[in-house]
């Protein structure tokens, strides 16, 4: 049961008809930014297409969301700390505010293609303060804090949003450096180390995943949609490292190159691999132990990684003169819209619904 409660707790984004709006705030999603990173990655997905127009309005509604998300974060910590922090403390959530630090990177990317790139710098350093208190801070809570249940009970999808999160640190440091060629260096080892710290964390979760889903009963209810980040990591590391490859030459990117992009290969050919797997979980969560599909924030760790599959097998397409590559991402990207708007248009469903709720019961 605590489970349960537990998770309708933190992942209504809704909440209950007639919630006040701080009540909202209070039980904030710490994942929520999801919503910016599928936004953020549509959009460039769609430029790929040569589609401006859509993808610019893309752009401005991540923007939105950005924004909006942040003034909501900002209250929570000034007005309810206490639990914010027992989400941090918590291991089926704290990884989730990983999510700010790959939207900032997300929207940081694609707002440097259309030359905004002092935008993306600022962005960046905004990720990289929050990626070094989340990396160091997390884990010591985890490991050396109280635990009132095993640590592993806890790990989930969720915690692949750490990979994402450092993989997007090298995504903007690639944007940075081909951007401004005075700091090529810097940006190119910054990009290269930022990558391969990313590469080891995928390693230790798809470890810790796997063990806790193979010890430990696997309920419907368990595997919730941040599972599907796990195609998520895989894509935003193999997008890095085609960005990485098609960086200005320097010392690190010479030294990197054939590792990155090989490996690069190997994790789109894994991530491709999973997504049949992710998808038979979900039948059998939904269609064979009848677990209800409604709107809920973590949606939005399902279309991230769709819309990202796609831009990463683009520049993988490139990177590794791969066309075939290149043609599964461009008529992926098509994916990727279709769940972005089925998406967004339940989150306004379900938004609507609950703001007409409130002002009749005012």
């Known amino acids: 049961m605590e489970n349960a409660t537990t998770e309708q707790i933190h992942l209504d984004g809704a909440g209950p008809a007639g919630r006040p709006l701080a009540e909202v705030v209070r039980r904030l999603y710490p994942g929520y930014f999801a919503l910016v990173m599928a936004t953020g990655i549509v959009s460039t997905g769609v430029h790929e297409i040569q589609m401006p127009e859509l993808s610019a309005v893309l752009l401005a509604l991540g923007i939105t969301f950005f924004s909006v998300l942040v003034i909501g974060y900002t209250w929570r910590v000034a007005k309810f700390s206490h639990d914010l922090f027992a989400d941090l403390g918590a291991p089926d959530r704290a990884y989730a505010f990983f ?57 989930n999808g ?24 005075d700091h090529l260096r810097l940006a190119a080892l910054t990009a290269v180390l930022a990558w391969s710290v ?81 998808v038979a979980f979900g039948i059998w969560r939904h269609m064979v132990r009848r677990v209800p599909v409604r709107y809920q924030p973590p949606l ?36 990727g819209l279709g769940a972005w708007a089925v998406v967004f248009a339940a989150m306004v469903a379900t938004l609507s619904s609950a703001a007409f709720a409130t002002r009749r019961a005012n």
């Open 99 to 155: 999510t700010f630090v790959a939207a900032c990177n997300v929207l940081g990317a694609r707002l440097a293609t259309d030359g905004h790139i002092v935008v993306t710098a600022t962005l960046a350093a905004a990720s990289f303060a929050a990626w070094l208190a989340l990396s160091y801070g997390v884990p010591m809570r985890l490991i050396l804090g109280p635990r009132p249940r095993p640590v592993l009970v806890g790990v």
């Open 158 to 181: 969720t915690w692949f949003i750490w990979v994402v999160g450092t993989q997007s640190l090298a995504v903007a440091a690639t944007a940075l450096g081909t951007a401004w060629p």
């Open 198 to 278: 990313g590469m080891v964390l995928y390693l230790i979760v798809a470890s810790l995943v796997l063990v806790r889903l193979l010890l430990l009963e696997v309920r419907a209810e368990d595997l919730t949609p941040p599972y599907w980040v796990t195609v998520g990591a895989t894509a935003i590391t193999v997008f890095a490292a085609a960005r990485i490859a098609a960086m200005p030459e320097a010392p690190a990117i010479a030294a990197a190159r054939p590792v990155v992009v090989g490996l690069g290969l190997v994790l789109w050919a894994f991530g491709t691999w999973l997504i049949p797997l992710l």
């Open 300 to 335: 939005w760790s399902i279309v991230f990684p769709l819309g990202m599959y796609a831009v990463a097998s683009i520049e993988l397409g490139a990177a590794a003169e791969l066309p075939i590559a290149g043609q599964i991402g461009r008529a992926w990207v098509w994916v």
